[in-house]
T-cell receptor
Framework: QKEVEQNSGPLSVPEGAIASLNCTYS??????FFWYRQYSGKSPELIMF????GDKEDGRFTAQLNKASQYVSLLIRDSQPSDSATYLC?????FGAGTRLTVKP | GAGVSQSPSNKVTEKGKDVELRCDPI?????LYWYRQSLGQGLEFLIY????????KSGLPSDRFSAERTGGSVSTLTIQRTQQEDSAVYLC????????????FGPGTRLTVT
């Protein structure tokens, strides 16, 4: 079992829709959770971080954490073509394989 | 301010040769990470340095890989007797503190082993 698992996608949504990205992790003691965005040929950049159970909102992005279920998600509202990228879930220092998101105009 | 820098940006080497990859973290960041990313894949954790603590080497794939961090700043990742499967982008990241802090990534070194 991988330490951090994500659906590899690709995930395709129309412009203006909500994109939902999911991640599960195996280490129940994990304390820090991150979502990074990586454009093709570029390095990852931070989108959101979350430490406590519940939701955390930042603009069009909402991170959700459920430690009991060992599950973290990222919602992107009003998706834009510029959101098309690979989204990487990170738990502490371990990364998932990423989910490739395409937002179609 | 300056971000994380890595050198070289590209490295082509022959199978069996040794290579050294360099990372300069953001000034003041105490934590430094090395990752490997093969084409179309996620980030594979290699090694983590935090302050003066012993590094977490749990991600190094074989004893051909080693890394050091001098003076709590610059880090060098060394790959001995390179193999074709070592071909990947090697990313370095630094963070202000330990594992609870966001990581800032450098541009990476693309290593090609022929």
């Amino acid at each position: 079992q991988k330490e951090v698992e994500q659906n590899s996608g690709p995930l395709s949504v129309p412009e203006g829709a909500i994109a939902s990205l999911n991640c599960t992790y195996s280490d129940r003691g994990s304390q820090s959770f991150f979502w990074y965005r990586q454009y093709s040929g570029k390095s990852p950049e931070l989108i959101m971080f979350i430490y406590s159970n519940g939701d955390k909102e930042d603009g069009r992005f909402t991170a959700q954490l459920n430690k009991a279920s060992q599950y973290v998600s990222l919602l992107i509202r009003d998706s834009q073509p510029s959101d098309s990228a690979t989204y990487l879930c990170a738990v502490s220092k371990r990364f998932g394989a990423g989910t490739r998101l395409t937002v179609k105009p | 301010g300056a971000g994380v820098s890595q050198s070289p940006s590209n490295k082509v080497t022959e199978k069996g040769k040794d290579v050294e990859l360099r990372c300069d973290p953001i000034s003041g960041h105490t934590a430094l990470y090395w990752y490997r990313q093969s084409l179309g894949q996620g980030l594979e954790f290699l090694i983590y340095f935090q302050g003066n603590s012993a590094p977490d080497k749990s991600g190094l794939p074989s004893d051909r890989f080693s890394a050091e961090r001098t003076g709590g700043s610059v880090s060098t990742l060394t790959i001995q007797r390179t193999q074709q499967e070592d071909s990947a982008v090697y990313l370095c990241a630094s963070s202000f503190g330990g594992l609870s802090y966001e990581q800032y990534f450098g541009p990476g070194t693309r290593l090609t082993v022929t």
